[in-house]
């Protein structure tokens, strides 16, 4: 699942060293963090969150074929 | 594609400055030497700067490939991809056994990626592209399925006489049911709503 949400950020950004993703797991649903450098915020939310909104719904289809639990993405500085 | 000319106090310090600009790494760069610079007595007398041309050295339409691959590779989806290239229109064709998954309910999948994979092409080009990504030719079934539906609407709308609206669709979906309908005399068509809940509405003509 991070090597997915990886591979639809980094492209997207100037700064690809500086994406992280940290994994929080509890009971029923997992929250993906995502972190990416001050400047590429813009980029991974877009206009109208029409970019955040987009990685989501690959992020959910591919997390309905392999998780049980509810998978969340939160996009944060 | 994009180039920007730079300047330092040596070569290597203006080929640094433009990279930085330009957002890229050296391997992805075409380096022109334009004037070596002099360094001048102590400095300051007679120096020159040295000059640099940077032409950004990265094909978009291999970019933008790369980046689905990579993506459907991390989905677990193995694709090939075929790309055609019209003007300033790029086609993706993605070829798997697994399309279901990236297509999705009503295109949403491969509306999202398709979206995401122009972002990504459009950071190396001068001149705005448009991607399309199609599977297993699902862009012309939409297409077939759409009209069907517009003329059903259509004579719907008409026996009813009243307005009937149709639910959010992406911009291009919603062209094909504009031009669907454009010769009907009978009906007019028009949108409300703002992106991505953008609708289209069919309208009888009294």
């Known amino acids: ?77 | 594609m994009k180039e920007i000319t730079a300047t330092g106090q040596t070569v290597d310090e203006a080929v640094e400055s433009a990279l930085k600009q330009l957002k890229i790494k050296k391997e992805q760069a075409l380096i022109t030497v334009v004037d070596e610079g002099k360094k001048g007595l102590f400095g300051i007398f007679g120096s020159r700067p040295a000059i640099v041309k940077v032409k950004v050295n990265i094909d978009p339409i291999e970019e933008a490939k790369k980046f689905v691959k990579s993506v459907c590779d991390n989905m677990d989806i193995p694709i090939e991809i075929e790309s055609v290239v019209e003007g300033k229109n790029v086609h993706f064709n993605l070829i798997s056994e697994k399309t279901g998954l990236l297509i999705g309910k009503r295109g949403q999948t491969l509306n999202a990626l398709q979206s995401l994979t122009q972002q990504v092409l459009n950071r190396y080009t001068d001149q705005y592209m448009v991607v399309v990504l199609d599977a297993e030719n699902y862009r012309k079934r939409r297409e077939e399925s759409l009209v069907q539906l517009a003329n059903r609407l259509a004579s719907k709308a008409l026996r009813e006489r009243k307005e009937i609206k149709l639910e959010p669709m992406p911009s291009f979906e919603r062209k094909i049911i504009h031009s669907a309908l454009a010769d009907n005399e009978k009906v007019k068509t028009y949108s409300i709503g703002t992106e991505p809940h953008r609708r289209l509405v069919i309208q009888p003509k009294f």
Do not use: C, Q, W
């Open chain 1, 1 to 77: 699942m991070k090597n997915l949400i990886e591979s639809l950020v980094k492209p997207l950004v100037d700064y690809p060293e500086e994406v992280t993703i940290e994994a929080v797991e509890e009971d029923n649903r997992i929250i993906y963090k995502l972190t990416v450098h001050k400047d590429d915020i813009g980029k991974v939310i877009g206009k109208r969150g029409r970019v955040a909104k987009a990685i989501r719904t690959v992020v959910y289809a591919y997390a309905h074929t392999t998780e049980n639990k509810k998978v969340f993405l939160e996009i944060t500085e």
